[in-house]
């Protein structure tokens, strides 16, 4: 589950070039007994297995440092935002827990520092999301991302959609590339994309429009768009 997001693309190319390092750490190594158990079935009964907390205690504080954070991820966590994966790209060492099929002991909560979720829906385990959160964070890398203009303009940057995109062909089952667009005018270009952001923005994610902010100019372009309709 991790071998392929790792293994392909800029994860891939940022583990090459050292800008980030990457290690999974099988919890069975963990384990003490000859079966190498890593989990076990509740105390009060009930389906499902348990992830044990002493072999999840000896994985981190094998795994740890000093200077590690380690994170836990699960339902119960904070919604992972583009602002916390920033945050999280600032650390230098990362140790990410994930669970998987079943629960983990209650008691496993005090050996992390922070709980993240990327969702609600119900999963089989943390290991995708903690391959959200990698992407995510990866992201925010000098370097990782070839033109740092991606990074800054990326929708989301400003907390905002991004605008509509077009390349060839000019015209596509009926549908044309905005005249705007193959204008060369690059003023007129900037200021239509801005539109369309707003626009995108108001109809798709009003609550990302109620927090952002808006300069006078996104504010007068906003009257017109609710304006017209
Ligand atoms: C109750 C979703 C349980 C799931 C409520 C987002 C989901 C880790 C995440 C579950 C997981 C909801 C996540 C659920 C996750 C133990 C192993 C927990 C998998 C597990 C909404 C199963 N972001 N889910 N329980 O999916 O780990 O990070």
Known sequence: MFRGPLSES????????????????????FTSDKHKTAD??????????VMKVDVIANAISKVKSQKSKVLFMCPTGKLLT??????????????????????????VRGLVDEEISIGDYVLTGGELPAMVLVDALARHIPGVVKEEASVQNDSFFNGLLDHPSYAKP???????????LLSGHHAEIEKWRRKEVLKLTFYRRPDLLARAALSDEDKKMLGEIIQNG
């Open 10 to 29: 800029l994860l891939k190319k940022a583990q090459e070039k050292d800008l980030l390092s990457l290690n999974v750490v099988d919890l069975r190594d």
């Open 40 to 49: 076990d079935s509740p105390y009060g009964g009930g389906a499902g297995m």
């Open 82 to 107: 583009q602002e916390k994966s920033k945050q999280l790209a600032e650390e230098k060492h990362l140790v990410i827990l994930c669970g998987h099929y079943e629960g983990i002991d209650e008691r």
């Open 170 to 180: 000019e015209e596509f089952g009926g549908q044309k590339v905005p005249d705007v």
